[in-house]
């Protein structure tokens, strides 16, 4: 699969500022009166996490903690601030809205544990500088600060949010958020907000993996540091860049052999290699083009989970990518086991939610795209165009032929083999015969020797139904894909 932009996904308003020193400055100045009413250290990392001493390391790097006693390695990635953020114009329940949001993002940042958050008390102190918040963040090694104010918006609010690098002095995301009178008056929205602006900051990925991944995209494979092949599995995973991909393969394998108790790079290599076991991306050509040539995968996946999950069994990041090596196994009981585990952990990561989507595949179609489409909702743009793919399947499978091919759409990708079977099934049940044998000559131009009985061996690799699969064969072959 080519190297390609990630989605179609609905594009969420959004704005990013080319200059980022005036417009915090102007933001900082107005934020001094709320010091006094910030308290409280941010929720850290559950469990083993409080055993362990962050290391804070130098401005763009990342850094590896250990457990003395159990060896448990961590590599860990830049240091996340987050100011309070502000309600400038005197509004009843805004100051309180305003907190709210500040608690529930730092909180819900502090469980991407790839990041290093610092607490809320302390990124309060900044504001004290005045002027020099900034040099001060800069100061304590801060990599990413995230600030923000709530505006009256009618009897609601309206919430600011921003990202801005400190390396480099460049806003990287911004994104305003919506609340109406009620979500303001009972503060439900703050929480909200906090959630969905803490996945897009700091999600795998999120604004900042994603920022993350764009320095280090050209560097050679033996330059990467630990933290940076983590970033390559799973930006690469969710976009499918094959680029990506193959780097996040060999630098994975490095880092498991040189730090067998690195629990992230465990989850990372896992992570590729089910991504190789479902495109085939560096596999010999015959493995490519026979999905049941490749399936010898599962083992290695599996085991790669285990072994991140056995490491760190209260991470959110491992146990996800546990639960994804056991949906190989096709046993809906056992992989919703899992998930639910992830999920308990964060249940508002995008990237875990989005699991969902195999759990539909298996037969769970109601619950699985319930939390596949929660997971696109909480994503925004960084939602993979995969995703849509338990929707628009769901739709096919219930008869709802008309919404399933649009959202085939937000999942379609031009020169992708998949996205063109996927049409040449739907086509069929609204009598667009002719489309539908367009899109078969689109697959077997990528895909030459493809066959019905291909399709049939790449869906039952996914764990389909015996029925769905049967349906889709029947659509295939009115298409005129060779059996």
Avoid at 231 to 255: Q, T
Avoid at 264 to 275: C, D, E, K, P
Avoid at 408 to 421: D, K, T
């Amino acid at each position: 699969m080519a190297d390609t932009p990630l989605n179609d996904a609905p594009k969420l308003n959004d704005s990013k500022s080319a200059s980022f020193s005036t417009r915090l400055r102007l933001r900082l100045g107005k934020l001094g009166a709320i010091i006094a009413s910030v308290g409280a250290v941010v929720g850290g990392l559950a469990g083993y996490w409080h055993a362990w001493d962050i290391l804070h390391s130098h401005v763009g790097r990342d850094t590896t903690t250990t457990a003395a006693s159990t060896g448990l390695i961590v590599s860990k990635g830049p240091s996340v601030a987050v100011l309070p953020v502000s309600s400038p114009i005197a509004a009843p329940g805004l100051g309180s809205f305003a907190d709210r949001v500040t608690q529930q993002l730092a909180s819900s940042l502090g469980r991407f544990s790839t990041l290093r958050v610092i607490p809320r008390a302390t990124a309060a102190n900044f504001l004290k500088e005045g002027d020099d918040a900034i040099k001060a963040a800069r100061k304590a090694q801060v990599d990413y600060l995230v600030s923000g104010e709530v505006h009256p918006l009618g009897g609601g609010a309206r919430a600011n949010i921003h990202v801005s690098d400190l390396r480099t002095g460049t806003e990287i995301w911004s994104k305003s958020f919506d609340a109406n009178a009620e979500g303001v008056q009972t503060e439900t929205s703050a929480y909200e907000i906090g959630d969905a602006a803490a996945v897009q900051i700091g999600g795998y990925p999120g604004a900042i993996m994603n920022a993350d991944y764009s320095q280090s995209q050209n560097k050679p494979v033996f330059e990467l540091s630990p933290y940076e092949c983590i970033v390559h599995a799973v930006v690469g995973s969710v976009r499918g860049l094959s680029s990506a991909i193959l780097k996040a393969l060999e630098c994975s394998k490095r880092l498991t052999e040189r730090q067998p108790n690195n629990a992230f790079a465990w989850s990372a290599r896992a992570t590729v290699l089910f991504n190789q076991r479902s495109m085939g991306i560096g596999l010999p050509s015959d493995q490519i083009q026979h999905t049941d040539k490749r399936l010898y995968l599962n083992e290695e996946i599996l085991r790669g989970a285990t072994r991140a999950v056995e490491l760190a069994p209260d991470d959110a990041f491992a146990q996800r990518t546990y639960a994804l090596a056991m949906s190989t196994k096709c046993q809906i009981h056992l992989y919703r086991q899992e998930l639910e585990k992830a999920l308990a952990l964060n249940s508002n990561d995008a990237r875990t939610l989005s699991g969902g989507m195999w759990l539909a595949f298996m037969g769970d179609w109601d619950d699985g795209t319930a939390m596949a489409e929660k997971a696109i909702r909480l994503a925004g743009p960084n939602a993979s165009f995969a995703w849509w793919l338990a929707p628009a399947k769901r739709h096919w499978w219930k008869g709802e032929y008309q919404q399933a091919l649009e959202d085939f759409r937000h999942a379609y990708l031009e020169g992708f083999w998949l996205s063109h079977l996927d049409q040449a099934y739907a086509l069929p049940f609204l009598g667009r015969f002719d489309e539908a044998k367009a899109e078969v000559g689109k697959l077997l131009k990528l895909r030459p020797d493809f066959t019905i009985r291909e399709a049939d061996s790449y869906y039952r690799m996914f764990c389909f139904q015996p029925e769905y699969i049967e349906k889709m064969n029947s659509a295939l072959r009115q298409a005129g894909l060779p059996e």
